[in-house]
């Protein structure tokens, strides 16, 4: 799969959170050309702040994989740039790409993954490779619509700041 249907994929997971009314962020997690795992993020309807699409996504290609070796790299797609805690748990899962849609101004983790340096005890900790950029108009109009919809509630706020980054 190429980036651009990786963050295509991630970009329709986010439209089915948006339905179930969620913010609209999308993940998915490949490997050898299969998506292996799929999330948007669950804010609201499980109240929690530790539901990120690109972390609820990485579990569960983590409860499928477990220590057994990869055959492959496992590459992660979101439709915005993972925050500092996604990013590290893509370093704990060893995710060797990551490609995203929108900049996140406020919390997203490339800057922290461009000037990062491994540590000698533990080498394989380091970020993947982020690519970001890809289809930025189709997740600004998601952004747009989420915004439109809820326009005095926090998320529907932040989501009007995204749509206009």
């Not at 057994?68 to 993972?82: D, F, I, K, Q």
């Not at 540590?119 to 189709?138: C, K, M, R, S, V």
């Amino acid at each position: 799969m190429t980036p651009d249907s990786l963050v295509q994929a991630a970009l329709a997971v986010a439209e089915d959170g948006m339905t179930a009314g969620e913010m609209p962020i999308g993940a998915v997690l490949e490997m050898n050309g299969e998506i292996i795992a799929t999330a948007y993020t669950r804010d609201v309807s499980l109240g929690r702040r530790l539901v990120h699409a690109d972390l609820l996504a990485m579990t569960e290609a983590d409860q499928k994989l477990g220590w057994t070796p990869r055959p492959g790299p496992l590459r992660l797609a979101v439709n915005l740039e993972p925050c500092l805690m996604c990013l590290g748990a893509a370093m704990a899962l060893k995710v060797t790409d990551i490609y995203y849609a929108l900049d996140s101004p406020a919390d997203g983790g490339s800057a922290v993954a461009a000037t990062w340096k491994p540590h000698p005890d533990l080498p394989w900790y380091q970020p993947p490779h982020i690519t970001g950029g890809l289809h930025q108009a189709e997740a600004r109009d998601q952004f747009h619509r989420y915004a439109t919809a809820h326009p005095d509630t926090a998320f529907g706020r932040w989501a009007a700041t995204l749509a206009t980054s």
